[in-house]
């Protein structure tokens, strides 16, 4: 007993325990392990990275440098005052900052130390120490005034992300959809194969029963031979069946990215439960408006807004600025003296001053202007027009998906009369009171509706998922979805 119960728990171990999955947890698998998901997730992670990167501009930058000059030139700066070689050390300092405003405020610190050998007409450069501290100002009062040309790109920038965000969306939906399809095939191919199985065991019956009557002289052999014809039929309808099924597998497992030595998951979609279309679409609003719609109506405000920014890129500017620096000199001394009288204020200078800049109203101006308008003028007719058709497609696949609703009652109602037909037909068949042929017709009529109606039933889980490319949106135009 001991033996038998290991060797249970050894086949146990080698074969790895198939788990079932229904549509939910097959859709979320997929997300989590499929690289082409994975790669579209990576992607508007990289889209919104580069909305943040836009502000490179307000990053402060920091500057430091240190340097050491050894000048013998006869034309040397201390040269025509008797100096034969000059040596200098020296550091700077500075730190620059771009706001938001459109200002630009910059910190500049600088000190030397400059040693001079010969007789120098006046001995005081012959060493000497000297430092400076600064602070500069620039503002735009026109083109830039207040931050005007940051809060434009800052909303193209957000227009331009949420497109491009919203097009990796679509895309994932797009596969997901694709994947879902994959799975209600494989839905559809079990039950296909679960008929072909049974309507080669109820055409292995008939043959039996055939073949007992012909033995019995009750039926003639030309019954018999249809019957084998109608096996032979169902083998041939079982073999694609399987065909069909081992296509149907491989789709999940790519969908999956599952290896040929792990075990597929057992499906158990209810390929009977309908989902209205309303309950596919993401987003809380009152209209429903196709996704690529949705996206090309955020292509054409982020058009606008290009437009926009090219002509504030052309406008005339007038920059005020302005700069302040202190000043210290030092006989004798060293850059650390020279840096310890930053502060010193007692020799400053400054200056402000404003200038104007303007660039000529000349044809290549003027064609940049128009050229962005009349793309943005472009992008908003094609969002017009995604508007007109995201509206007819809603109003299409509503309407096919009640005529769909309205087949399957059909096909239902034809599947349930047509299996109630073939039982009959054997009843009377067992009786004698029929023939061979009227219980093969039955039969396979019975079979094909009820696969028809299966058929049926796939397409229109696969129509429900078409609605997952829709998107419900307030009436200003602004949704709400994945």
């Given at each position: 007993m001991k033996k038998c119960a290991l060797l249970g728990l050894l086949v146990l171990a080698w074969h790895p325990q198939v788990f079932s999955i229904d549509l939910r947890e097959y859709l979320k698998v997929v997300i989590e392990k499929n690289k082409s998901v994975q790669a579209l997730d990576v992607s508007k992670e990289a889209a919104e990275d580069r909305k943040t990167s836009g502000d490179i501009e307000l990053v402060p930058v920091l500057t430091a440098g240190v340097g050491y000059l050894n000048d013998k030139s006869p034309l040397g700066q201390f040269a025509q005052l008797g100096g034969t070689q000059t040596t200098a050390k020296d550091l700077k300092l500075g730190l620059m900052k771009r706001f938001s405003t459109g200002t630009d405020v910059s910190i500049t610190a600088s000190a030397s130390e400059v040693e001079n050998e010969g007789t120098l007409l006046n001995p005081a450069f012959s060493r000497f120490a000297y430092g400076s501290l600064g602070v500069g100002l620039e503002q735009s009062l026109w083109k830039d005034s207040f931050g005007n040309a940051t809060s434009l790109r800052w909303e193209r920038q957000d227009a331009v992300t949420a497109a491009e965000v919203g097009k990796y969306d679509l895309q994932k939906k797009l596969l997901l959809i694709d994947a879902e399809a994959a799975y209600?095939?494989?839905?559809?191919?079990?039950?296909?194969?679960?008929?072909?199985?049974?309507?080669?065991?109820?055409?292995?019956?008939?043959?039996?029963?055939?073949?007992?009557?012909?033995?019995?002289?009750?039926?003639?052999?030309?019954?018999?031979?249809?019957?084998?014809?109608?096996?032979?039929?169902?083998?041939?309808?079982?073999?694609?069946?399987?065909?069909?099924?081992?296509a149907a597998k491989r789709r999940i497992r790519d969908f999956m990215e599952l290896g040929d030595s792990e075990p597929i998951p057992e499906i158990t979609g209810n390929i009977s439960q309908a989902r209205t279309l309303s309950s596919m679409v993401d987003g809380k609003g009152a209209r429903v408006v196709a996704l690529d719609a949705y996206l090309a109506s955020l292509n054409s405000k982020a058009m606008s807004l290009v437009a926009k920014e090219t002509e504030d890129g052309y406008r005339p500017d007038l920059v005020l600025?302005?700069?302040?620096?202190?000043?210290?000199?030092?006989?004798?001394?060293?850059?650390?003296?020279?840096?310890?009288?930053?502060?010193?204020?007692?020799?400053?200078?400054?200056?402000?001053?404003?200038?104007?800049?303007?660039?000529?109203?000349?044809d290549v101006k003027n064609a940049a202007q128009s050229a962005a308008r009349k793309d943005a003028l472009a992008a908003k007719l094609q969002s017009e027009r995604k508007m007109l058709d995201s509206e007819s497609a809603w109003v299409e696949i509503n309407r096919r998906y009640s005529e769909m609703n309205k087949r399957i009652d059909a096909a239902t109602q034809i599947a349930r009369l047509q299996a109630d037909a073939a039982k009959a037909q054997t009843d009377l068949f067992n009786k004698g009171r029929s023939i061979t042929a009227n219980v093969i017709n039955a039969e396979e009529d019975a079979a094909d509706a009820e696969l028809n109606l299966t058929k049926l039933k796939s397409e229109q889980r696969k129509m429900e998922a078409q609605a997952r490319l829709f998107i419900a949106v307030d009436e200003s135009g602004s949704g709400e979805g994945n």
């Open positions: 209600w095939d494989y839905v559809y191919q079990n039950e296909n194969l679960r008929i072909g199985r049974a309507s080669l065991e109820r055409a292995r019956r008939i043959e039996s029963w055939t073949r007992r009557r012909v033995n019995d002289g009750i039926s003639d052999r030309a019954d018999l031979l249809s019957a084998q014809a109608l096996v032979s039929a169902r083998q041939l309808q079982l073999i694609s069946a399987e065909d069909d099924m081992a600025s302005g700069a302040y620096n202190t000043n210290n000199f030092q006989v004798g001394k060293t850059v650390g003296d020279a840096a310890s009288k930053w502060t010193d204020t007692e020799l400053p200078t400054w200056k402000v001053g404003l200038n104007l800049i303007y660039l000529f109203d000349t």
